[in-house]
């Protein structure tokens, strides 16, 4: 008798475990200040940090909905950000929390009927719950991958998949496809990812397919209600099939720069490899020049930034040569399928001068320097416009625009048993000499 009693309690016990009730609990919240988004909470032993995902079900909202056992009383937070992770910050006092001033946790007392709540982020203000959303079907295919196997890798997983859901060619074409059920009227970022490596593939932040992320550039996806397909070139923002202008050379040439060395710094790296690509001094035109291979067609904005510190050039918004933003400006150009060169004056909309002896004849003016003063000796002319004195790697350490009479003597510092290179300059007309103060 007493060995039946203990069988049955047992059998009692184990019924009561096999059929023990949850409910479901969907949580959501408003306007979090990032993204991703988690719950987290004591239902886990807060083990799974940072927390079960959310996903968007609606502007700013995010929601999740967990089985939770029946007439328990739990804690959680609602967690957002990629690595590091951050907890919202909650005041003790506030009624939707434990009152816990060291562990500050909002607390869910479930009993046995299914429930919804929402609250916005970092505050005890309930809002309305969303209702769920629909998915849709989303095909993504991308043509001619530099290596196989293939996959699309995207936010939809949390990042969490790599390399990513893989995608097959079945009719041999080059174009390798994909179709995931996702949630609709959301914004994903996504990149098609090859290889056995495997490799993902590198986009210009510059280009609008992308989300202008400089260090994590990605495609963005912006789905709407209904099923949709989408075909892009590996590594381009072309659509498949779309006929691809190939990168032109720019060579890009800067003037009267106040130091070196020199850089050129634009969009084309996504504003990313500061100060930008180092710029070589050509002793013939005494100019800063390098040439980079850039999309034809494209838009680019730019700056040349030059010294040890390095400082970038200071332009005018309301100058033409500029993209007219008082924030940020900078030289702005929209470039053809050819090759082309920019040169330009360092801190001004001016194009590249001349840099020899153009119409003033031979012997028209002559110098006579030292290390503390420079005299202009003309028979012919009586003042000069502007003169500029550059040391052999081009940087320019003086500038004198003001009137300059003839004959009279100018006051420079320059360091003696060293060449310069002295620039005059009448109206348009300029006289370039070399010299060396002895």
Same mark, same amino acid.
Not at 6 to 11: D, G, H, I, T, Y
Not at 358 to 361: G, K, L, P, R
Not at 415 to 430: A, C, D, L
């Given at each position: 008798m007493?060995?039946?009693?203990?069988?049955?309690?047992?059998?009692?016990?184990?019924?009561c475990?096999?059929?023990?009730?949850?409910?479901?609990?969907?949580?959501?919240?408003s306007s979090?200040?990032?993204?991703?988004?988690?719950?987290?909470?004591?239902?886990?032993g807060?083990?799974?940090?940072?927390?079960n995902?959310?996903?968007?079900?609606?502007p700013?909202?995010?929601?999740?909905?967990?089985?939770?056992?029946?007439?328990?009383?739990?804690?959680?937070?609602?967690?957002?950000?990629?690595?590091?992770?951050?907890?919202?910050?909650?005041?003790?006092?506030?009624p939707c929390?434990n009152?816990?001033?060291?562990?500050?946790?909002?607390?869910?007392?479930?009993g046995?009927?299914?429930?919804?709540?929402?609250?916005?982020w970092?505050?005890?203000?309930?809002?309305?719950?969303?209702p769920?959303?629909?998915?849709?079907?989303?095909?993504?295919?991308?043509?001619?991958?530099?290596? #196989?196997?293939?996959?699309?890798?995207?936010?939809?997983?949390?990042?969490?998949?790599?390399?990513?859901?893989?995608?097959?060619?079945?009719?041999?074409?080059?174009?390798?496809?994909?179709?995931?059920?996702?949630?609709?009227?959301?914004?994903?970022?996504?990149?098609?990812?090859?290889?056995?490596?495997?490799?993902?593939e590198?986009?210009?932040p510059?280009?609008?397919?992308?989300?202008?992320?400089?260090?994590?550039?990605?495609?963005?996806?912006?789905? @709407?209600?209904?099923?949709?397909?989408?075909? *892009?070139?590996?590594?381009?923002?072309?659509t498949? @099939?779309?006929?691809s202008?190939?990168?032109?050379?720019?060579?890009?040439?800067?003037?009267?720069?106040?130091?070196?060395?020199?850089?050129?710094?634009?969009?084309?790296?996504?504003?990313?490899?500061?100060?930008?690509?180092?710029m070589?001094y *050509?002793?013939?035109?005494?100019?800063?020049?390098?040439?980079i291979?850039i999309?034809?067609s494209?838009?680019?904005?730019?700056?040349?930034?030059?010294g040890?510190?390095?400082?970038?050039e200071?332009l005018?918004?309301?100058?033409?040569?500029?993209?007219?933003?008082?924030?940020?400006?900078?030289r702005?150009?929209?470039?053809?399928?050819?090759?082309?060169?920019?040169?330009?004056?360092?801190?001004?909309?001016?194009?590249?001068?001349?840099?020899?002896i153009?119409?003033?004849?031979e012997?028209?003016?002559?110098?006579t320097?030292t290390?503390?003063?420079?005299?202009?000796?003309?028979?012919?002319? *009586?003042?000069?416009?502007?003169?500029?004195?550059?040391?052999?790697?081009?940087?320019?350490?003086?500038?004198?625009?003001?009137?300059?009479?003839?004959?009279?003597?100018?006051?420079?510092?320059l360091?003696?048993?060293?060449?310069?290179?002295?620039?005059?300059?009448?109206?348009?007309?300029?006289y #370039?000499?070399?010299?060396?103060?002895?």
């Open positions: 007493f060995k039946k009693i203990l069988l049955s309690a047992a059998s009692l016990l184990l019924t475990t096999l059929f023990a009730q949850t409910q479901n609990v969907t949580f959501q919240v979090p200040d990032s993204t991703p988004v988690f719950v987290f909470g004591s239902w886990s807060w083990t799974n940090w940072p927390g995902p959310m996903t968007l079900v609606a700013g909202k995010w929601s999740a909905t967990l089985p939770i056992a029946s007439s328990t009383i739990h804690e959680y937070l609602f967690v957002n950000g990629g690595a590091p992770y951050a907890k919202e910050i909650l005041d003790p006092t506030w929390t009152g816990n001033s060291l562990y500050t946790n909002r607390v869910l007392a479930l046995t009927a299914d429930t919804s709540l929402c609250y916005t970092n505050t005890c203000t309930t809002c309305p719950i969303a769920p959303p629909s998915n849709v079907n989303v095909t993504f295919q991308v043509e001619n991958p530099d290596s #196989t196997p293939v996959y699309v890798f995207g936010s939809w997983s949390g990042w969490s998949n790599w390399p990513g859901d893989p995608m097959t060619d079945a009719n041999g074409d080059g174009i390798y496809d994909v179709t995931l059920s996702m949630l609709a009227s959301s914004t994903y970022e996504y990149l098609y990812v090859n290889g056995v490596g495997p490799t993902k590198t986009l210009n510059a280009w609008l397919c992308t989300n202008g992320n400089g260090t994590y550039t990605n495609r963005v996806l912006n789905l @709407g209600a209904t099923n949709t397909t989408l075909c *892009n070139k590996w590594a381009s923002c072309d498949c @099939g779309a006929i202008i190939p990168p032109i050379n720019v060579t890009f040439k800067v003037e009267n720069t106040d130091s070196s060395p020199v850089y050129v710094f634009g969009s084309w790296s996504g504003w990313s490899n500061w100060p930008g690509t180092l070589t *050509n002793t013939s035109t005494m100019q800063y020049e390098a040439v291979s999309p034809g494209d838009t680019i904005e730019y700056l040349f930034v030059n040890v510190g390095p400082t970038k200071v005018d918004p309301t100058w033409t040569c500029t993209n007219g933003d008082t924030l940020y400006t900078n702005k150009t929209i470039l053809g399928a050819a090759d082309t060169s920019l040169c330009a004056k360092w801190e001004t909309c001016d194009a590249c001068g001349p840099t020899g153009n119409e003033i004849a012997g028209a003016i002559s110098l320097i290390n503390n003063s420079v005299r202009i000796i003309s028979e012919t002319i *009586n003042t000069f416009d502007q003169l500029e004195i550059y040391d052999v790697l081009g940087r320019r350490v003086f500038n004198q625009t003001s009137k300059i009479n003839a004959n009279r003597e100018i006051p420079v510092q360091q003696n048993t060293t060449m310069y290179i002295f620039r005059v300059r009448s109206g348009n007309e300029y #370039t000499v070399k010299g060396l103060i002895k």
